[in-house]
């Protein structure tokens, strides 16, 4: 981490109609950090970073991004980061040149043409310039956003799922992009879903029911559960999965195809679950890390058991 | 129910029935809507709207006091049309009052009425009628004519009993200031113009912010710089430009094909013009921040057309209304510009007699602009 965190807010609160959305939440980002924002759905992560923009004010708590404060410089902290929401918020009655014509004059940029035409450049869509933003399809869209909101040289993005729905090798394209801009020196704070994301940011913080449950690298978060983990592989592990569901020691049992993970927080009492089935034919068991995903459900397991 | 497999089922329709009412119920402000529109009609049609409009206004003139003259406004008072609001002793006042629309009639009562009357000159009797909109005009001024015959019938006995019917003692003579000839399209051309502008300037910025909120642009605007104010701007001054071209348009259908007077200045006009959009397009941003959506911002632009095009004087005459219905209809911006715009096109009227219905239009803006920055919100709280 080089000098002060971009982004430093500490117990932010946010409820809508009485519901808390947001408990608490504290979170650093250092500079040129990719820090992926996890958790299921509801879990407060579109409002925590609304309240990071200044969409939405905390009900309580505060703290800065990029130096401001995040209640009282909300203007200065617009001009700084670049916002890319959930859904596609551009103007799709605007060819792709006209939304970024847009964006590059709300933003004052200097040599306004020069700036779009580069964009366009970048973007690969000089000669479909003209073409209407609602006609483009998911993986066009997302580009043309994440180049509308770089448009202005943020120092931060926050990205809102940006590349729900979009197929693999966009979604591959896309992460390049947002290790080049880090490199650059740009922070980023990326929600998404997936998994394999998850694993190409710096650091990741994990959110369930508006708490923030799980922060640091995947490593740190994967030992930091403190779980076992063993694999089993080969016919019938289908049924087996549904034997070992209500043992002891077995917190819980999800399968992958063929591969069934099972992991508990007592590695012990977990061997000890298993010990019995592991004569059966053709199944194949081996202790092995937990993977990202099997912390995750585990999390959001302890979350529901302990806030609903 | 039985029948066939594919037929119209019963359980099915009440499945959209029943969806369809939960959904009317959780739409509020379409329910209310539904409701306040009718009740509005009802009420404005039922209660406010009156084309026999009765007790106007009316500026006297008495060059010489007399017992014919008394009789006469009293008269005149009985017929139930018009009433004397205005004493005046210079009659180079009269045409002012007129133009400004302070009096709709002005009744002169000239020197040596009286000694004429006695002597059986049969003397003029001069009433000058605001008659841009001959509606309002036309019941009070039928009425004149049984004026003449019988006002004085009570002060002409003994000798001069001789005088009464026929002919009658004294001639009314009607002027019929500003649209002579009782064009009713004199009148409802010019309005026009007005009306359209209230319909397409609250809808089209009402529906223009509300649409960014639909489609989930609004938060991107949200997360730039830009500020409120700015908005607003440029969601109004785009529609301002539509406005004029909207008002090009009536003026020159106006003068080609409706052969409409325009005796005042087409500036001083688009002055009024360009507060009037103003005025709209800025209701129609503050309704943009109430609606959820498009068609709650329509149905919001109607619920307040309704009433600009019942209670300003447009369709009805503005004097038939009882008292609450023209309080009403004098916070309404379209009030004041119809009496602007026909003022200016056919009364030739000038800044003095504009500026009293200029100003409730540039306060109602203001207030409204205000109400509408409070509620902009910068925030998706």
């Avoid at chain 2, 099915?12 to 029935?17: D, G, K, N, Q, V």
């Amino acid at each position: 981490m080089t000098g002060a965190p971009v982004i430093d807010v500490h117990s932010l609160n946010k409820s809508f109609d009485g519901r808390r959305v947001v408990e608490d939440f504290a979170i650093q980002v250092g500079r040129g950090r990719i820090c992926g924002f996890l958790g299921p759905n509801g879990s407060g992560k579109t409002t925590t970073i609304r309240m990071l923009c200044g969409l939405l004010t905390p009900d309580s708590g505060g703290g800065t991004c990029l130096g401001l404060d995040i209640l009282r410089e909300g203007a200065a902290i617009k001009r700084q980061v670049g916002y890319m929401t959930q859904r596609f918020s551009f103007y799709e009655d605007l060819s792709i040149a006209e939304n970024l014509d847009f964006v590059a004059r709300v933003y004052g940029l200097p040599r306004r043409r020069q700036q779009v035409a580069q964009a366009l450049d970048r973007l690969g869509l000089t000669r479909r310039s003209r073409q209407l933003a609602g006609a483009l399809s998911g993986g066009w869209k997302q580009r043309l956003a994440l180049a509308a909101c770089t448009l202005h040289e943020p120092k931060l993005l926050l990205l809102d799922e940006p590349t729900a729905g979009v197929d693999p090798v966009a979604r591959r394209d896309f992460w390049d992009q947002i290790h080049r801009l880090a490199e650059d020196g740009i922070t980023v704070l990326v929600s998404t879903h997936y998994m394999d994301e998850a694993e190409r940011c710096h650091e990741i913080a994990y959110l369930a029911y508006g708490k923030l449950l799980a922060r640091g690298t995947v490593a740190d978060v994967i030992a930091g559960s403190g779980l076992a983990t063993w694999r089993i592989t080969g016919p019938g592990v289908a049924a087996l999965a549904r034997t070992l569901h209500s043992r002891p020691g077995v917190d819980r049992v999800a399968l992958f195809g063929q591969t069934l993970h099972v992991s508990g927080q007592d590695p012990d009492l977990l061997a000890a679950a298993l010990a019995d089935h592991r004569a059966s034919d053709g199944l194949h068991f081996q202790p092995a890390p937990p993977t990202l995903e099997d912390v995750f459900i585990h999390l959001m397991g302890e979350a529901r058991d302990n806030f609903s | 129910m039985t029948g066939p497999r594919d037929g119209l089922s019963r359980a099915r329709c009440l499945a959209m029935i029943i969806k369809e009412f939960i959904q009317m119920r959780r739409d509020r402000m379409t329910f209310a809507m539904m409701i306040g529109i009718p009740v509005m009609q009802v009420l404005l049609f039922g209660f406010a709207i009156n084309t026999d409009p009765k007790h106007l206004p009316t500026a006297l003139h008495v060059a010489e006091p007399s017992v014919f003259a008394r009789d006469l406004v009293t008269a005149l008072e009985n017929t139930g049309y018009f009433q004397v609001t205005r004493h005046v002793d210079d009659p180079a006042r009269i045409p002012w009052l007129l133009a400004s629309n302070q009096v709709q009639f002005a009744v002169t009562i000239p020197v040596g009425f009286a000694r004429a009357v006695q002597r059986g000159e049969h003397p003029v009797l001069l009433i000058e009628a605001d008659a841009t909109d001959p509606a309002a005009t036309g019941n009070a001024l039928a009425a004149l004519d049984q004026i003449a015959h019988t006002a004085l019938d009570r002060d002409l006995s003994g000798p001069l009993r001789s005088l009464r019917q026929p002919p009658p003692a004294f001639e009314v003579r009607v002027h019929r200031r500003y649209n002579p000839d009782g064009i009713t399209q004199y009148n409802i051309v010019p309005g026009l113009m007005g009306v359209i502008l209230t319909m397409t300037g609250v809808m089209l910025t009402a529906l223009a912010v509300t649409r960014e909120r639909e489609r989930g642009t609004m938060e991107n605007l949200l997360a730039m710089p830009v500020r409120p104010v700015e908005v607003m701007i440029g969601k109004i001054l785009p529609y301002i430009a539509v406005g004029y071209v909207q008002v090009i348009l009536v003026l020159l259908a106006a003068h080609f094909l409706f052969q409409v007077p325009m005796i005042g200045s087409l500036a001083l006009l688009s002055v009024g013009v360009l507060i009037f959009i103003a005025a709209n397009l800025a209701v129609g941003f503050t309704f943009s921040t109430v609606a959820g959506n498009q068609l709650q911002a329509m149905q919001m632009s109607f619920f307040f057309f309704l009433p600009s095009l019942l209670l300003s004087g447009f369709m009805f005459p503005f004097r038939g209304m009882p008292d609450w219905a023209q309080a009403i209809g004098e916070a309404l911006p379209l009030t004041h510009f119809l009496r602007i715009v026909r003022g200016i096109l056919l009364k030739g009227n000038g800044v003095a007699e504009v500026a009293p219905d200029l100003w409730p239009i540039a306060l109602f803006l203001v207030v409204i602009t205000i109400i509408a920055l409070n509620r902009y919100r910068l925030t998706l709280d």
